[in-house]
């Protein structure tokens, strides 16, 4: 093992790659027994976890700067080259997938795999490669957009990292400020992201329609792996958020309202749940990775060797920087075993938040690498692994005084009101994306209205004070994940529910729900979503009634707490 920095990239020789393919088709197709298919299996996944954590190497280096032209060019040629590779990949697939030892894998690495295999051969085809590498070059250049984008506030250049600070002053007009200046820096860019979107759901349409698909959400469940519910199912579960979290969070908002001492609750309100000032975090962001390191020596013995692995080979890069891609996330050098954790610290809560929220995916990944020998099964899907983040972050509670002093108190109530508050954002995100697929020919403006109808039926407390942008309906064009990762972000409401479980459990019994919790983390995607909440000891969040379950407890503790 290295670290990070030292980690060599090269171009792969993608000869020598379709090469052994080829091998490895031919080898599954002569097989005599088992043991040969079994080791033509493995022997291609060695190049492809090769190829994987080159890939990977490279999107993080262009993520920490999107503005470094060598690895801006080697993820187009990456794109390229990976698109151009779709034959020979489904070949292969199809070749697996009809093998005469298909049984013997299910038998030995369970159903999922073959699963798994059998849904990439209808996501996966070379009539799309063209639209592949395109989808990939307007993500690429939306990434960097955003990332480059700065405004002048108060005599500085900040990005929009650099805003959410000050739309935390305690100062009611520093927090307007921020906002407008945050709202406008949207707005400039609107015309880029609209095209960029409006490329993206043409793209995305015309796959689906060549793969045979009745719609793109069609697809984009498949391509999910989202094999145990549909979006019928998807819109009841967003009903029970409407119907049990709105009214509680609009509860929360009266409160926060006549806490803060004002007229009305703007958007720019919102995220101060204090009038003396939220929690920060006390120390530089080297002390904030060292307190977590303390906290996840203390926490467990697999936390704690988990946690000395990333800190021995610097597999973090937390800092905001003009020219970073925004947001966070956990990514893994497969060839290495090594998860990395990306993030903008930005001196608030959130960048406790990434110390555990998206540590809580790195040491799924750490364990699932080290154990489960199928690579296609250590992760899962999201609406699992997000619990294995979102959980974490409760898990985390009785160290954060160590992070936030005499405000750790504080911290909890604003985590958890966060936590709480946030699930009807993300089922607007859901609705959205479903009403835009389902209207693909829409306008940008007519997006904007629909976005503003949506946020009312799940936020009816949002309001952007007459700024002209957000009030159109703007706010959509800040998540990322409707441009890059489309239909994931439901994932994240599902995954609350049971993390919202195991914080009720934490409270009664805190080691039978830690054991629990790393069963499921352990588990990988060796098993179906409903499986695998089965074997995490949670219930399933479609049920009717599993979301006032899961929620009341918290409800009824914000009450206490606020």
């Not at 949207?186 to 015309?206: H, K, N, T």
């Not at 469940?221 to 009903?239: C, G, I, Q, S, V």
């Not at 806490?259 to 904030?288: K, M, Q, T, W």
């Not at 830690?514 to 995607?525: E, I, P, T, V």
Request: aromatic fraction near 14%; charge should be negative.
């Amino acid at each position: 093992m290295m670290d990070f920095r030292d980690m060599p990239y090269a171009r792969p020789d993608m000869d020598a790659v379709r090469k052994d393919y080829e091998r490895a088709i031919e080898a599954l197709q002569s097989a005599g027994s088992y043991q040969e298919a079994r080791t033509a299996f493995f022997a291609l996944q060695d190049r492809e976890n090769e190829l994987g954590t080159l890939r990977s190497l490279c999107s993080v280096r262009n993520t920490i700067d999107t503005t470094d032209a060598f690895y801006e060019a080697e993820m187009k040629w990456l794109r390229e080259q990976g698109a151009a590779l779709i034959p020979l990949r489904k070949k292969y697939r199809e070749t697996l997938a009809s093998c005469r030892f298909r049984a013997d894998f299910e038998k030995e690495f369970g159903a999922q795999m073959t699963r798994l295999i059998d849904a990439s051969l209808k996501t996966s085809d070379e009539r799309i490669i063209e639209e592949t590498i395109r989808e990939g070059e307007v993500c690429q250049r939306y990434q960097k957009d955003s990332a480059m984008a700065v405004t002048d506030f108060r005599g500085e250049k900040r990005n929009f990292y650099g805003l959410l600070k000050s739309m935390e002053s305690t100062d009611r007009a520093e927090r307007k400020e921020a906002f407008l200046a945050w709202a406008g820096l949207y707005e400039s860019i609107s015309p880029q992201l609209d095209a960029q979107y409006d490329e993206l759901i043409r793209l995305r349409v015309r796959m689906a329609e060549k793969l045979g698909f009745d719609s793109y959400t069609d697809l984009a469940y498949l391509e999910r792996r989202r094999f145990d519910y549909t979006k019928e199912d998807a819109a009841r579960f967003r009903a029970q958020i409407r119907d049990v979290i709105t009214p509680a969070v609009a509860e929360i908002r009266e409160k926060q309202r006549l806490r803060l001492g004002v007229d009305r609750l703007r958007y720019y309100d919102e995220a101060l749940l204090f009038p003396e000032g939220n929690a920060d975090p006390i120390g530089s962001s080297e002390e904030l990775v060292a307190k977590a390191q303390r906290m996840y020596r203390e926490m467990s013995s697999e936390t704690g060797e988990f946690f000395d692995f990333m800190v021995r080979y610097h597999l973090f890069d937390l800092e905001s920087r003009p020219g970073k891609r925004l947001g966070g996330y956990m990514t893994r050098f497969q060839g290495y075993q090594a998860p990395f954790i990306f993030s903008n610290f930005n001196g608030t809560s959130a960048d406790v938040d990434v110390l555990t929220h998206e540590a809580g995916h790195a040491f799924q990944g750490y364990l699932a690498m080290r154990s489960i020998p199928v690579t296609m099964l250590s992760g899962s899907t999201s609406e699992i692994n997000e619990i294995h983040s979102m959980s974490m972050e409760h898990f985390a509670y009785p160290w954060m005084e160590s992070f936030f002093g005499e405000n750790s108190e504080k911290y909890i109530t604003a985590h958890l009101i966060g936590a709480l508050s946030v699930i009807p954002y993300m089922a607007c995100v859901d609705e959205f994306q479903h009403r835009v697929y389902e209207r693909p020919e829409m306008t940008a403006l007519e997006r904007r209205h629909v976005w503003r109808e949506i946020e009312q039926i799940y936020m009816p407390w949002r309001d952007y004070d007459g700024e002209p942008f957000l009030s159109e309906g703007g706010f959509w064009m800040q998540k990322q994940h409707i441009f890059l990762y489309p239909f994931y972000y439901i994932d994240y409401a599902l995954a609350q529910m049971c993390a919202f479980q195991y914080y009720g459990r934490m409270k009664e019994d805190r080691a039978s729900a830690w054991r629990d919790y790393l069963r499921l983390c352990r588990a990988g995607g060796t098993k179906g979503y409903f499986e695998l909440l089965s074997e995490g000891g949670l219930l399933n969040p479609f049920r009717d009634g599993t979301v006032e379950k899961s929620v009341r407890h918290v409800i009824e503790e914000i009450r206490q707490r606020y």
